[in-house]
């Protein structure tokens, strides 16, 4: 089995910035992808940012400038670096975390999500 924990949520001004993380544990044997979406309340699950294990990334248009994925492999954890926030930024984040675990049986698996909100 593979658990996701996130962390990093909460309440900031618009402009602000918030870090978020997710960290992997479990009989992982490798991460392929590490992504992160949102949903805010009565629209649906959206990706904002998503991490290759060969370093690539991509990010929607909504964030791209503002928002950085990045990933530390030997700790199976995948950050976002959210700036410059917007209050149409405000959802509940949750990451995806998609490889292989010991065995060779795949895993895609989210994280219990995280609340960001930016208001003033």
């Known amino acids: 089995q593979v658990q996701l924990v996130e962390s990093g949520g909460g309440l900031v001004q618009p402009g602000g910035s918030l870090r978020l993380s997710c960290a992997a544990s479990?009989?992982?044997?490798?991460?392929?992808?590490m992504d992160w979406y949102r949903q805010a309340p009565g629209k649906q699950r959206e990706l904002v940012a998503s991490s290759t294990n060969s370093g690539g990334s991509r990010y929607s248009d909504s964030v791209k400038g503002r928002f950085t994925i990045s990933r530390d492999n030997a700790k199976h954890t995948v950050y976002l670096q959210m700036n410059s926030l917007k209050p149409e930024d405000t959802a509940a984040y949750y990451c995806?975390?998609?490889?292989?675990?010991?065995?060779?049986?795949?895993?895609?698996?989210w994280g219990q999500g995280t609340q960001v909100t930016v208001s003033s």
């Open positions: 479990g009989t992982i044997f490798r991460i392929n992808a």
């Open positions: 995806n975390v998609d490889g292989l675990m010991y065995g060779h049986r795949e895993f895609s698996t």
